[in-house]
């Protein structure tokens, strides 16, 4: 059976670069970025993208609190994920903390372990529904 393609996030906007941390750079401390970044490497700390997208490739490894616009973990993330409008977790991803996001998706193969904030805007500020913490797993 045959690897599907990874698939890619839309920036931003169009023609908005991405900054891209690669497979050998480890970094810790506090980051924050005026445009998407894709992380390959290692990195401790926390994370502020707060209209841009963040990407856990595959190679990735975050141990952060992290808060974006959107979020896909294709590798490993241990810590909070905040995000304005969606948290994708990729088959190949792993992920052991809360998520709190307008939408979250959770591929079959994933792993998760946490608890779901689905934050919902009324206008008068965002209210929530919680899920009980959960651990998604597949044999597949």
Do not use: W
Not at 30 to 35: A, F, K, N, T
Not at 49 to 77: W, Y
């Amino acid at each position: 059976m045959s690897e599907p393609t990874p698939k890619l996030t839309t920036p931003s906007q169009p023609g908005h670069q991405r900054t891209f941390l690669g497979r050998s750079v480890v970094a810790q401390g506090q980051l924050s970025s005026g445009e998407d970044l894709l992380i390959e490497g290692q990195f401790d700390g926390t994370i502020n993208l707060d209209d841009h997208c963040l990407t856990v490739g595959t190679e990735g490894r975050v141990k952060a609190e992290v808060r974006a616009r959107q979020v896909v973990i294709q590798g490993s993330v241990t810590g909070n994920v905040v995000a304005r409008e969606k948290i994708e977790i990729r088959r190949t991803g792993h992920v052991v903390g809360d998520l709190v996001a307008a939408t979250v998706a959770i591929e079959e193969g994933a792993y998760f372990k946490g608890s779901i904030d689905i934050a919902r805007d009324n206008g008068a500020g965002a209210a929530s529904e919680v899920a009980a913490p959960s651990t998604v797993r597949s044999n597949a």
